[in-house]
């Protein structure tokens, strides 16, 4: 099992920059992939970013250039650098960890928080 917990989300201007962070907890969190995604209303949700372990980090296309991914293993955090935000990345984020073995695929999802990108 695996927890875990956003924050630093809120209210932000166009043009403005925010930093999400996902603190998880639980075993073997090494072996994880772990993402951001995102679900404005009326949209399905969508991948924003995702990391591996060891892998390079991998972007959704509206987002390139604007948002990076991070992890931290020493403290298992995630985070998300927003930057130049616009409107339409008005959203609920959610922290996601995920992992593929041979038998059983394990998906957890955070609560969210919520996004807002507005004058």
């Known amino acids: 099992q695996v927890q875990l917990v956003e924050s630093g989300g809120g209210l932000v201007q166009p043009g403005g920059s925010l930093r999400l962070s996902c603190a998880a907890s639980?075993?073997?969190?090494?072996?994880?992939?772990m993402g951001w995604y995102r679900q404005a209303p009326g949209n399905e949700r969508e991948m924003v970013a995702v990391?591996?372990?060891?892998?390079?980090?991998m972007y959704g296309d509206s987002v390139k250039g604007r948002f990076t991914i991070s992890r931290d293993s020493t403290n298992h955090t995630v985070y998300l650098q927003m930057n130049s935000l616009k409107p339409d990345d008005s959203a609920v984020y959610y922290c996601?960890?995920?992992?593929?073995?041979?038998?059983?695929?394990?998906?957890?999802w955070g609560q969210g928080t919520q996004v807002t990108v507005s004058s």
């Open positions: 639980g075993r073997e969190l090494s072996l994880y992939t």
């Open positions: 996601n960890a995920a992992r593929l073995t041979s038998t059983r695929t394990y998906k957890y």
């Open positions: 990391i591996g372990s060891r892998a390079n980090p």
